[in-house]
């Protein structure tokens, strides 16, 4: 479609411009065969291909019920009719054709290994060409601020730096195999609770820092073909139609140039979606078309803006037909071998008492493995994300194929019934667990309590399974839990388990990573990328969740996730970043490329890392800095950086990160921009949020921010602006007929007493005669 596109779109009517910018049915958008412009296919999902070819190629006409059948779906319902074990050749017809099930966004992120996660969009973009999808609906990278959203398991973590630096990765390895992304969902979407009508509150240094800064950075590494925006307001505004959102930051000041769609169903002002900056309308409404073309007919909504739209739209669609691989066939088999990658390295070490993993003949050749998700995993939520899985690892297979004759393996399911207790089966898992020496205990948090729609109601594990904990531990000391789970949990059972491995929703590899972990044939180095808390109720945002009518504030404003609990001082179950290896790492000799740095300036961190262990191993070292004492409140330590380092049992690596100054910046409200605070930054490097080894500190030396001073403002905070301070003081010499020298002392031991404003400070006070604009003049610099 190398054509001429505004030659193109001044050939349009307006019904065509408006069709151009909807829907056409449920995944396509329009077709305009009058001016040479075909559809192209998107469909869900973040960590997987969820393709419908009854909806998609229309063998079934969709509806309603269609879209309502798609994100209600479970997980459950996704792998019911798949093969026992992996080795099918093909699994059966679904709702969706099977493709590859990888990590989830809350395993995932666990890796921190761009590199990794970079070859995990390339195989989703092989597996889109292979199906004919141009664009894919993700990433996901929304902030995880409670564990309590229903979503939490598609994004990546509590902290904008890793959830930028992830969905980049991703998104590069899906645009260079030529099928778009669209990264999600735009902005402050960090619940499902009544989500397309509740107003998300947030003070905007917290937006942007926060909410809006994981966008920002993953749009400037990657320039995600499309961003689609979310349901909820923002604000008091449906982000959907919010030009603040949609083109103040997003095109004005991030520079983004690409298309912006609506989530499903998400447009309630289709007129004012489109002058906010909402391009495409998804999917296909009657109303929204008819309201749209009256709005032009009207003049409401101008020819100019709808042109605009209509030109990236044709942008994106020339994008996907230019890199369209109708030949391309998916290599499924070396995908399942790559979501066995991927789940391996997001798999986190939580607890590994006595060394008890891993598993060695000598000390645990009784396996006994106990729990129903050993049979049937938990690899994936529930909702529009959910992924029929071309193969399925299940970890009992698993465990028996890699035990061979050095292990004897012994099965009981412990709870069949995820809601009642089955006094039998507990009894029979006792007594397997009592005649071992070890049991491997596969847990998880109910299927389909995750999704769409909805939240979490609690942090548990199903209670059956803890209850198969507790009792196992009484008759087995050597316990070992395999945990899946959407977002964190809380863990009253965590002192009845010698280890503890963390898998969130690993997909359909996790049977065999879980299996190679355990028997050391590969070495756990994920890290957490949330703080898993003691309770629900010493969580950041427990207090203002989930809002009341229909306004969820965002009263923590920063404090979010591991900012909350260094601020407060709370000691977390787990904190960010943490994570065990059978190996262990050793920091030292903490080297900075300057010791004084300007805001434009890229400082070098290098220090030497070193495998101290008897194994192989990888390292996630991490980079966090805190603030000097300023104006504005800052959190304790923000992560900065990080970098994934495998290392030979002995060996030691000089290892160097980069820090742009200009990364230290926060938002500032009064002045409306970024700013970075001069002063003495300390530097802190280490394995996790709270352990950091490595410390140094560096002098950042750029001219100080002030925010403008009205007559209203004290006299303290006058002198505080030397510049300021300097006119005032030759205003008052001018007119009280004394030394600016005998003026400033006068001021200085004044200050601490004078509680009122300048101008009554000033006029009744010292009796001087000075008018309130004159005042204002000077204190502003126009005099």
Known sequence: MNRDFKRLIATMTAEEKVAL?????????????????????????????????????????????????????????????????????????????????????????????????????????????????????????????????????????????????????????????????????????????????????????????????GFQRAIAKSQPWTVMSSYNRLNGVQTSQDPFLLTQVLRDEWGYDGLVMSDWYGIKDRPASLLAGNDLAMPETRRDKQTLLAAIDAGEVPMAVVDRACY??????????????????????????????????????????????????????????????ALEPVIQGSGCATTVPYLLDRPLGEIFDLAGDDFNVTWAVGAPDDLNDDEAALEQARRVAQDADVAVIFVSTAVGEDGENGDRQDLNILAGHERLICEVSQVQPNVVV?????????????????????????????????????????????????TVPNTLEETP?????????????????????????????????????????????????????????????????????????????KEIAQLYVSAPDGEL??????????????????????????????????????????????????????????????????????PPRYVPLRDDNSLQQLIQQPEAFARVVAL????????????REKLIRLAPDLFCGLLIALTEFLALDIERDELNAVLAGRE
Not at 499 to 513: H, N, V
Not at 519 to 527: A, D, E, L, T, W
Not at 665 to 671: M, Q
Request: glycine share 8%.
């Open 21 to 213: 910018l909807t829907g056409s049915g449920l995944w396509r958008t329009a077709s305009l065969p009058q001016h040479d412009i075909d559809d192209i296919v998107m469909t869900d999902g973040t960590y997987g291909v969820r393709y419908s070819s009854a909806q998609i190629d229309g063998s079934e006409k969709w509806s309603m019920d269609d879209f309502i059948s798609v994100i209600t779906q479970t997980a459950d319902q996704a792998s019911a009719e798949e093969p026992a074990a992996k080795g099918g050749s093909e699994a059966l017809f679904s709702a969706s054709l099977p493709a590859t099930c990888f990590p989830n966004g809350s395993s995932l992120a666990c890796s921190w290994d761009v590199d990794l996660v970079y070859q995990m969009g390339q195989a989703l973009g092989r597996e889109c060409q292979h199906m004919g999808v141009g664009i894919l609906l993700g990433p996901g990278i929304n902030i995880r601020r409670t564990p309590l959203a229903g979503r939490g398991y598609e994004y990546y973590a509590e902290d904008p730096v890793v959830s930028g630096d992830i969905a980049a990765a991703l998104i590069n390895g899906l645009q260079d195999e030529g099928v778009g992304a669209s990264l999600k969902h735009f902005a402050a979407n960090n619940s499902e609770y009544r989500r397309t009508e509740m107003d998300s509150v947030i003070e905007e240094r917290a937006l942007r820092e926060i909410y809006l800064a």
């Open 312 to 373: 990236r739209m044709l942008v994106l669609l020339d994008k996907v037909q230019r890199n369209r691989r109708p030949d391309a066939r998916a290599d499924f088999p070396a995908h399942h071998v790559l979501s066995q990658h991927l789940a391996a390295e997001s798999i986190v070490l939580l607890k590994n008492d006595d060394d008890i993993l891993p598993l060695r003949p000598e000390k645990t050749r009784r396996i006994a493995v106990l729990g129903k998700p």
């Open 482 to 530: 395999v945990l899946a789970n959407s977002d964190a949990v809380v863990m009253p059972w965590l002192s009845q388990c010698k280890a503890l491995l963390e898998t969130f929703f690993a997909g359909q590899g996790m049977g065999r990573a879980v299996a190679e972990i355990l028997f050391g044939k590969r070495n756990p180095c994920g890290k957490l990328t949330v």
């Open 541 to 617: 945002a427990w207090l203002n969740y989930p809002g009341e009518n229909l306004r969820h504030h965002y009263a923590e404003g920063l404090f979010v996730g591991y900012r909350y609990y260094d601020k407060r001082c709370l000691t977390p179950r787990f904190p960010f970043g943490f994570g065990l290896s059978y190996t262990q790492f050793t920091y030292a000799n903490l080297d900075l490329s300057a010791t004084q740095v300007g805001e434009a300036d890229t400082l070098t961190l290098s220090f030497d890392l070193t495998n101290v262990g008897e194994r192989d191993g």
């Open 633 to 702: 409140i800052r959190e304790v330590k923000a992560l900065k950086g990080f970098s994934k380092v495998a290392l030979a049992a002995g060996e030691t690596r000089r290892v160097s990160l980069q820090l742009p100054i200009a990364e230290l910046a926060c938002y500032h409200p009064g002045l409306a921009d970024w700013v970075i605070t001069p002063g003495t930054w300390q530097i802190h490097v280490g394995r996790s949020s709270r352990d950091l080894p490595l410390y140094a500190e560096v002098e950042v030396d750029c």
């Open 732 to 743: 008052i010499a001018g007119k009280s007929q004394r030394s600016p020298d005998q003026v």
